[in-house]
């Protein structure tokens, strides 16, 4: 709940400019890792993603946690979180963008889309456009996208002694559900 409200903090803007119909708010959002490489692969996953869409602007804000991903190996989830991605200085991954496309959220439908923003990773701040796609089913939405990640862009360091294991590039699928945010939950 905590990071919850921190994302509502520094979306104010999107809560405050429209009716609470437009927005749309997921708290549990899937993010995975994946990386390939000669020796061993390495996936890491965390259901712990925030998010919060409206639907009348476009704009996107996510956010998830870096402690709440977990590693099949113990030590797989030690290393990532002290030696690359340093969870104790940077401790949240985020997008904060807006979606081009205007997809009718009141049509069932798949839509491609895309969305333009500033992707927050390791404290290194990148301005990408990731594609995606939108789905609306009965009122509900749900947007996923894959999307190669460099490690280099955002300075995560991998030591020579472990190249071999760590690709350079990650491949990050994320899947948000997403629910109408109902400002007064009792009416």
């Given at each position: 709940m905590k990071h919850l409200l921190i994302l509502f903090a520094l979306t104010s803007g999107l809560l405050a400019q429209q009716a609470p119909s437009a927005l749309y708010v997921?708290?549990?959002?899937?993010?995975?890792?994946?990386?390939?490489?000669?020796?061993?692969?390495?996936?890491?996953s965390s259901t712990d993603g925030k998010s919060v869409y409206n639907a009348?602007?476009?704009?996107l804000a996510f956010n998830v946690a870096i402690r709440s991903f977990k590693f099949q190996k113990s030590l797989m989830q030690e290393h990532f979180n002290e030696n690359?991605?340093?969870?104790?200085?940077?401790?949240?991954?985020?997008?904060?963008?807006?979606?081009?496309?205007k997809p009718d959220v009141k049509v069932n439908?798949?839509?491609?889309?895309?969305?333009?923003?500033?992707?927050?990773?390791?404290?290194?701040?990148?301005?990408?456009?990731?594609?995606?796609?939108?789905?609306?089913?009965n009122g509900k939405i749900t947007i996923t996208s894959e999307f190669m990640?460099?490690?280099?862009d955002h300075?995560?360091?991998i030591p020579k002694?472990?190249?071999?294991?760590?690709?350079?590039?990650?491949?990050?699928?994320?899947?948000?559900?997403?629910?109408?945010?109902?400002?007064?939950?009792?009416?």
């Open positions: 997921s708290k549990n959002a899937s993010v995975t890792l994946y990386s390939e490489a000669p020796m061993e692969n390495i996936e890491g009348a602007t476009g704009e690359y991605m340093e969870s104790d200085k940077y401790p949240q991954a985020s997008f904060k963008g807006t979606i081009n496309e439908g798949s839509y491609p889309v895309t969305a333009t923003g500033v992707l927050d990773v390791h404290g290194v701040k990148q301005q990408r456009t990731i594609k995606g796609k939108l789905n609306v089913n990640v460099k490690c280099a300075k995560i360091e002694l472990v190249f071999q294991k760590i690709a350079e590039t990650l491949k990050i699928t994320v899947t948000a559900n997403y629910t109408a945010y109902n400002k007064n939950p009792t009416n």
